[in-house]
């Protein structure tokens, strides 16, 4: 089957609409896959867009429908549940058998994926995606429409920092970072297989992953990577085509109003601390609930405790138990953010001004925790891994206590909000939509 479309209203160079309206209809499709956190973003993103006279649908699991409705722009449902690629009940670092196990249970969410992507994009007029949908690469490429990567985390490989499939932050020195980032990008069996079932089922021939990565280099795929350049600064090694923009900001509905509960908690006393683990401890709830009451009582501090999923639930006055709250309401009423370093939480808690205590598993969150430290907002990282109610209670109280933290938290918070990352996305599609550059990839 050959999935490839032409017509007038495909032109070869034409990325986007442009500000000023005259792109008004041109069809967007944001392909993204992952956890709230990665999806959220894009909705502020594919608000701003709209703004722009773009026709925006965002393409997500199930789950995420209301989240995406909220910015007043279109969904397009993806099977399967965004659980499956955090589903390590035992930590990553596990038997072989068991992340074998994981292994195919990710390839199979992502082949399932893949066919309501294909599905989605035939009405699209461009394709952007973010990493864990890189496939939409040949989607793309299969349906004859331009596309470009909308990347929350780094996966290009560098000398300036190790790949996040190695699960660290802990440099390899120069070449061996760039090294071992080219070893991981072809390593990434599950998504290559992806891929090749889309490259399969739209009648391209077989393409491997180096080979796919020399294409998109060789074209100067087009990236915008959404971070804050004052959080962690474009790498100089990196080619052109691939910027750092600032982050999509998620949208907080006009009408949002925090329930009465949490209201009433925030009035009856000082600032609390936010303790959460996200996407991350799926099956581990009642463990990792144990050392947030552990925590708590040694440290005496107020909690607001997000419940994720890992169902985390404590019993005390001293805390209040929520589910989704806008971080970006929520995070600068506390007096500390403990989060699991992902990075749409990272940006947010950046983002607020407050200090952070970061608690990664694996993937980016090393990353983000690492830069929390070295950017002065927080104390050192504490690996789930070494999770303990006592070296926790220990990084809280140094996060609240040292006024060092708040003060450099609030100045990067101060640099962040002069990055506009939705209005450079913007701004690059209707320049792009003006000159008929080929700034996305297309076959």
Known sequence: MSGRRAGPDRSPGMIGGRADGRGQGVRVLIAALGSRGDVVGFVGLGRRLAADGLDVTVAANPEFADDVHAGG???????????????????????PRALAAQADALTSYLESTADDLVDAAQHADLLLCNVTAMFGVDVAEGLGIPSAGLFSQPIEPTREFPPMLLHTARSLGG????????????SAVPFHRASARVRSRLGLPRRSAAATARALERQRWRVWHGWSPHVL??????????????????????????????ATFLDD????????????????????????????GRTGIRAVVHRGWAGLEVSSDRVCLVDHVPHAWLFPRMAA?????????????????????TVPVYADQPLWAARARALGVGPEPLPQARLT?????????????????????ARLAAAIVDDDGAGAVAAALADHGDRGDRGGQRS
């Open 73 to 95: 722009i279109g969904f397009a449902p993806l099977a399967g549940d965004a659980r499956t690629i955090s589903d390590l009940p035992s930590g990553w670092r596990t038997s």
């Open 175 to 186: 070449v061996g970072n760039l090294l071992a980032g080219r070893v991981a990008l072809r």
């Open 233 to 262: 600064p474009r790498p100089a090694d990196w080619r052109p085509g691939l910027d750092v923009v600032g982050y999509w900001h998620p949208v907080v509905p006009d009408d949002w109003t925090p329930a009465p509960e949490l």
């Open 269 to 296: 006393g000082p600032a609390p601390v936010y303790l959460g683990f996200g996407s991350m401890g799926h099956g581990r709830g009642a463990e990792l609930s144990a050392i947030v009451a552990d925590v708590v």
């Open 337 to 357: 953010v403990v989060h699991h370093g992902g990075a749409g939480t990272a940006g947010a808690a950046f983002t607020a001004g407050v200090p952070v205590v």
């Open 389 to 409: 109610a006592a070296a926790l209670a220990e990084r809280i109280t140094d996060a609240t206590t040292r006024p060092e933290f708040r003060r450099t938290a």
